[in-house]
């Protein structure tokens, strides 16, 4: 014959919080231990030392005045005809205009008015394009 138990079990109607904080924490560790920052890279502009002013033939220079709404004005040398391009095309034409003259020089003149992240994306195209000799200035009304 069977004996049946007729203890019933009783369920607890409350959630057991005695080591929710103990999990809390060990989540928060872990989370705080795994999360990688990222580093601000900075522009990488090595400058030069301190010596005397030479004067450069505007034949040598290629100048990119960067606007306020982000349009870059390509001027070469002494010539008075501009070429108003978007930052995209600046490694383009570094490189065709430095194909026909090594010595070339960018000259990057930025707006006051101009966001900072428009003169960076001109620094970058050039920085693709292989430009290691770049005059940075800010335009005089």
């Known amino acids: 014959m069977a004996v049946l138990n007729n203890k019933k079990s009783k369920a607890s109607d409350e959630v057991p919080t005695s080591s929710m904080a103990d999990i809390a924490f060990l989540l928060l560790i872990f989370f705080l231990v795994t999360t990688v920052f990222p580093k601000d890279k900075g522009l990488a502009i090595v400058l030069p030392e301190k010596s005397e002013e030479v004067e450069v033939n505007q034949k040598n220079i290629l100048h990119l005045v960067i606007q306020p709404n982000g349009a870059v004005t390509v001027r070469r040398g002494e010539?008075?005809?501009?070429?108003?391009?978007?930052?995209?095309?600046?490694?383009g034409i570094w490189r065709s205009d430095v194909a026909s003259n090594p010595n070339l020089i960018a000259a990057v003149k930025t707006h006051p008015d101009a966001a900072y992240r428009y003169m960076v994306d001109v620094l970058d195209a050039l920085q693709t394009a292989g430009a290691d000799k770049?005059?940075?200035q800010v335009l005089e009304n």
């Open 79 to 91: 010539s008075q005809q501009e070429q108003v391009v978007t930052p995209n095309d600046i490694e």
């Open 134 to 136: 770049i005059s940075l």
